[in-house]
């Protein structure tokens, strides 16, 4: 026991350490992770670190500049601009996390099926293709219009404008995988196709799969923001980036930090998100590993 335990702790020590010093090594991917980490941080503990309630009104002190009292300054029903800002950040994680589960279950189911049955491939892609030639903030927005908003109805109409862009991903790696050696092994072994398509072919496309997983979080959070933006995401009365911006353009000219703090939030995070999307394929994209 003691030698397998030493065995495990090499293993994934070397790893952790490998992992560590690429980190340090690339500047981009540290500041998204430390951009990632951060927000997620202040939305998990919004309760905690909230000044004060994100919906309590105080009209007396409407539209008031960042002071010590309200470190964001105030809107225009005397709501804390901070307030609303941390509590946005947990909205849009949790749209973001609950778009990507679910595109990559969905989108990365129809891209084993297409990508390994010759078969299906067409009829599923045909599909997915009708879907991608709609914009997905139009697709989104459409199916918000015959829904109606909350917090559910816009993870699904993102999750699904964005499945189609999984399901390619996926279909292009399992084309290339589906004939290598070991799948002709298991094949031949007589393996069922359920039983190749999750051991012997899933498990070789995490590197794709996890490149896509950070850009779809990127697109999730945008896509949530203009939904709120134009009025058809989440309710008003729900701290939002998206609303905090469509409301706050009204005051932009003597209140800039209405619309300022928000937005800039939301602009570090989807940068932060597409950082870390590009330092993972730098690493794990075996045709750029080398030129590194």
């Known amino acids: 026991m003691l030698i397998v335990r030493r065995v495990i702790f090499a293993k994934y020590g070397r790893a952790t350490g490998t992992l560590t010093r690429y980190v340090s090594q690339n ?14 941080l202040a939305a998990i503990f919004a ?9 309590k009104l105080d009209v007396q002190h409407r539209l008031e500049g960042p002071s010590s009292s309200h470190w964001f300054g105030t809107d225009h029903l005397g709501r804390s601009v901070y307030s609303r800002t941390i509590h946005g950040g947990r909205l849009s994680l949790v749209v973001g996390a609950s778009v990507v589960a679910i595109t990559t279950v969905i989108g990365g189911l129809l891209g084993m099926i297409a990508g390994y049955d010759r078969r299906m491939d067409a009829l599923l892609m045909r599909v997915l293709d009708g879907v991608m030639a709609f914009p997905g903030l139009l697709l ?30 996926m279909r292009s790696a399992v084309l290339s995988l589906r004939e ?10 007589g393996a069922s ?12 496309t995490l590197a794709p799969m996890t490149i896509q997983t950070t850009f779809l979080l990127a697109i999730a959070m945008l896509t949530e923001a203009g939904l709120s933006f134009i009025g058809v995401g989440v309710p008003p009365s729900v701290p939002s980036w998206g609303n905090m911006v469509s409301t706050g353009r009204m005051y932009q000219e003597v209140a800039p ?3 300022i703090f928000p937005g800039v939030v939301l602009t570090l995070t989807v940068l932060a998100a597409n950082l870390v999307g590009d330092g993972l394929r730098d690493k794990l994209d075996p045709r750029l590993r080398g030129k590194l």
Not at 27 to 40: A, H, K, Q, R
Not at 144 to 157: D, E, F, H
Request: hydrophobic content about 60%.
């Open 27 to 40: 500047p981009n991917l540290s500041f998204g992770l430390l951009i990632l980490v951060t927000v997620s």
């Open 47 to 55: 309760s905690v670190i909230g000044q004060v309630d994100p919906l």
């Open 140 to 169: 989104a927005m459409a199916l918000m219009a015959i829904w109606g908003a909350s917090l559910q109805n816009v993870i699904i109409a993102i999750s699904v404008s964005a499945s189609p862009s999984m399901a390619r991903v």
């Open 180 to 189: 290598r050696p070991y799948v002709e092994a298991a094949r031949a072994e």
């Open 193 to 204: 196709t359920w039983r190749i398509l999750m051991v012997h072919i899933a498990p070789n």
């Open 257 to 259: 930090w209405v619309v």
